[in-house]
């Protein structure tokens, strides 16, 4: 597929930079390219390193020699082993993630292929046989050795580096067999993550003259297509594998091994195309006769945009082009794979960070493929290398989970998307029915098409929210987290045999432990945060939800001796077990981090609710985006203040968007839902905006506000993290910076800071911040990577850049 003019390029550089396989910190290396190699960007390589070979990949081919290398000293490329891992769009957009993130282009290159790809790229060798008497002829005595040697292996398929390990001057003797043709090397991927094979058969009208029973067995592969998986023959014709093979040897048929895709799917019943809505059809239209560029699709809860994904992609697929689900977190694959899957079947892939590294592997190489697909995936599946993308999609693009907080590159998979259409030249629909304020700007001021669907299908009400004040429940004795209405709707839910949702903002029991002796709260021993307090089926622990830690719950307080230990604030497991308490009819299931850790945990308990083997589900965010269970009646918000109060200019952005995603789950079948909205704040305006639905009020205000303070959408943030173990010398490297910056004439930004995180320290790391107010785009964020070249890291200190900030820690 390459042009001419490209070959003739990649032939005038003699040197390559390369992104080697090996763990040390510096990993890009610049090696020769010899005279008759041909190398380019992305290209899978094996260079000599420390001693050994290793498997690298070309990052940067080069016309001259950087200054300050001696050509003398240069080691030179061995082989290149493979290329094509990265499609022709996809290399330029990994460079501009690398330029926009201020990244080294190796980590983003890390962060894009599947693990396996590049850590185990091993050299492999194998001998060309039949191996010719003659062969030995002129050989040197090593090369003769390791020749024989060669030829006493079991396996043809051997590691490069074995062999050289087995053989005195192993490196050179190889070489020479490589020379005249003895041998041939190749680039596999290790021995964990090697395609997986299944022997096929297929007809090949050989000679006739057989005996009956063959013949049923030609005639039943015939009906089969003519091409089937051995297992599938055995089955379908009730014979035997070596009736089969004899068949193969007498040739009537062929045996083969094809290379088959590990997947991780089950079977889902097909579903047919629904009749479109008229909103949905009007968006439709709309969509297939826009020229490419950004779509955003602000749809409300329940308004059907999955279905408007799934017509918009089949034209894709039909024209031979493949298509880019977006979804922001791994627990929604499952959800949205099998509606998927059952509009497209086995052209669609799910591709995220849970499956086996065989599972990816497999993946990546069935994009590159090029046949007609649709991957479903998280963050890192917008790089997946499908050759010929011909529409993105971004569901609930709002969500913070797009963007990557470490390690880095800490990129915006939504902003990655941006480009990645632009360089294809193909739409990106970004959906969700309380657009992020950065995609509504945009759309507003007409940078994206701006499509919307008001109401939901077959016209059911979107559910009706009371606000009940909290204050005023403790006014009345109520001590339980559940308002009198709440409970009363539960009641009710339940005489009716209906379903319900209560969402809390934590998990675990209860948030913090307190000595009610002497005052002290339990905190973790490595981060300024307290302890939170989880039961276990192996007893009571406390954990550190910022660094993991756990110790058994302690009986006496550790600074004062005293038993009179309480537990404030109520997680997910302390709900559950409040209202089991007052509830016993109630069946109760958990939906958050600790109870979906394991594989398929997501899929299991939505899988158990929607079959109506619970009556509550309780748990956290991740039950708040694109569940849709048209039995659920009801849902309840514990406590919406927890996600008022906190010190981060987007918490007013992020607690409307998650109350109205929360409210959309319920009344999605027949029956119209109800939602409970508690608070202790019940006039705070995002609450209001909430409960009345109203996304355009919401987001005309918070907009106005953030341009009066120069906030995102208006202003570009970028925060740069100093940790280390000593305080006073993270301070002191926070303010050496900060003068730096400050004392540059070229470097035009605002500087806020230096200020201690949120959370001081975390797994005995000291956090400050300083936070820069980039007001000159593109020029801004390359002075800045100038200037954090120049600036002389105190050892012992890291310093991490995240452009486009989502939290501020
Ligand atoms: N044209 C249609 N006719 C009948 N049912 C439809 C149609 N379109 C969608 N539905 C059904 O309506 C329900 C809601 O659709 P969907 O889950 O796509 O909504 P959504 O807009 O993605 O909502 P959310 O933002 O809350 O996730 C689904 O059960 C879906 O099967
Ligand atoms: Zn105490
Ligand atoms: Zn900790």
């Not at 035997?240 to 991780?264: C, K, M, P, Y």
């Not at 609710?609 to 985006?625: P, S």
């Amino acid at each position: 597929m390459e042009t001419p003019l490209l070959k003739e390029a990649l032939h005038r550089s003699c040197w390559v930079q390369v992104l080697v396989d090996a763990p040390v910190r510096e990993r890009t290396y610049t090696y020769r390219l010899a005279a008759d190699m041909a190398a380019a960007e992305g290209d899978i390589v094996c260079v000599p390193f420390g001693g050994q070979s290793v498997g690298g990949i070309v990052v940067g081919c080069l016309e001259e020699l950087p200054a300050g290398l001696d050509a003398q000293r240069l080691k030179t490329v061995e082989a290149v082993l493979g290329s094509g891992f990265f499609p022709a769009t996809l290399w330029p957009l990994l460079v501009r993630v690398a330029e926009y993130y201020l990244t080294p282009l190796s980590r983003v290159i890390e962060a894009a292929l599947p693990p396996g790809i590049l850590s185990r790229a091993r050299r492999r060798l194998r001998l060309v046989r039949p191996v010719s008497p003659m062969a030995e002829w002129g050989l040197s005595t090593g090369a003769k050795a390791a020749l024989q040697f060669l030829e006493a292996q079991k396996s043809s398929d051997l590691s490069w580096r074995f062999c050289v390990q087995q053989l005195p001057e192993g490196q050179q003797a190889l070489k020479e067999l490589l020379a005249r043709g003895l041998i041939e090397s190749y680039f596999a991927a290790g021995e964990r993550v090697r395609p997986r094979t299944r022997q096929y058969v297929a007809l090949t009208g050989g000679p006739s003259g057989l005996t009956p029973r063959q013949r049923e067995v030609i005639h039943c592969l015939r009906r089969l297509g003519g091409e089937a998986s051995v297992e599938q023959l055995v089955e379908a014709a009730h014979t035997t594998r070596s009736l089969i093979q004899n068949l193969d040897r007498l040739g009537h048929l062929r045996l083969f091994e094809r290379q088959v895709f590990r997947s991780a799917h089950h079977a889902v019943p097909a579903d047919a195309p629904k009749i479109l809505t008229p909103p949905q059809q009007w968006v439709l239209e709309k969509l297939n006769t826009a020229p490419p560029g950004p779509v955003l699709l602000e749809g409300v809860t329940g308004s059907g945009k999955t279905e408007v994904y799934l017509q918009a992609i089949a034209p894709v697929l039909a024209r031979g082009e493949s298509a880019l689900v977006l979804v922001p977190e791994i627990g929604l694959t499952p959800q949205l794979g099998d509606r998927f899957r059952a509009r497209f079947g086995e052209q669609v892939q799910i591709y995220h960070s849970a499956l086996s590294e065989g599972e990816r592997f497999d993946g990546w190489r069935r994009m590159l493929t090029g046949e007609p697909q649709v991957v479903v995936g998280t963050r890192s599946a917008i790089f997946a290398p499908l050759p010929r993308l011909g529409l993105i999609v971004l569901d609930e693009e709002h969500d913070g989970s797009y963007k990557q907080d470490r390690p880095a590159p800490c990129y915006h998979a939504r902003t990655v998307a941006l480009w990645r259409a632009e360089l294809c030249g193909c739409p990106l629909l970004l959906g969700s029915a309380t657009p992020d304020l950065a995609s509504f700007r945009a759309a507003a001021e007409g940078q994206y098409l701006h499509l919307q669907m008001n109401e939901r299908v077959a016209q059911r009400p979107l559910p009706a929210v009371e606000v009940v004040d909290m204050r005023e429940e403790l006014d009345r004795g109520n001590l339980t987290p559940f308002s009198r209405t709440l409970q009363q709707a539960l009641q009710q839910m339940h005489a009716a045999g209906r379903q319900g949702i209560l969402f809390i903002n934590r998990r675990g029991y209860s948030t913090f432990v307190l000595c009610r002796s002497c005052g002290e709260t339990l905190r973790c021993p490595n981060c300024a945060v307290s302890l939170t307090y989880h039961r276990l089926e192996s007893g009571e622990h406390l954990r550190c939800h910022y660094c993991n830690y756990g110790r058994p719950q302690p009986r006496h307080c550790p600074h004062c001796r005293s038993p009179n230990l309480r537990y404030f604030g109520a997680g997910t497991q302390r709900i559950a077990a409040q209202l089991a308490e007052q509830f016993p009819a109630l069946r109760v299931l958990r939906f958050d981090r600790d109870t979906t850790a394991r594989k398929d945990g997501h899929r299991a308990i939505i899988e158990q609710f929607a079959r109506q083997q619970a009556d509550i589900l309780v748990g956290t965010q991740m039950l708040t985006k694109g569940l849709d269970l048209p039995q659920v009646t009801l849902v309840g918000i514990l406590a919406a203040d927890g996600l008022l109060n906190q010190p981060d200019f987007r918490a007013g952005e992020r607690a409307f968007q998650l109350l109205t995603q929360v409210a959309g789950r319920a009344g999605r079948g027949e029956e119209p839902g109800r939602v409970i909205l508690q608070t202790y704040a019940p006039e705070h305006p995002v609450v209001q905006a909430a409960s009345g639905h109203d996304y355009r009020r919401f987001a005309t205000s918070e907009l106005t506000e953030r341009r009066a303070l120069g906030y995102p959408p208006y202003e570009q943030l970028i925060c740069l993290q100093i940790t280390g173990s000593e305080q006073q010398w993270v301070i002191a490297a926070a303010e050496a910076l900060a003068t730096m910056l400050e004392g540059d004439g070229a470097f035009e930004g605002q500087l806020l800071g230096p200020a201690p995180c949120t959370v001081e320290r975390v797994a005995n790391r000291y956090r400050w911040q300083l936070l820069i107010k980039n007001t000159a785009a593109a020029a801004g964020r390359a002075r800045l990577q100038d200037l954090l070249a120049l600036y002389a890291t105190p050892p012992g200190i890291g310093v991490s850049v995240d452009v486009d900030p989502l939290r501020l820690l």
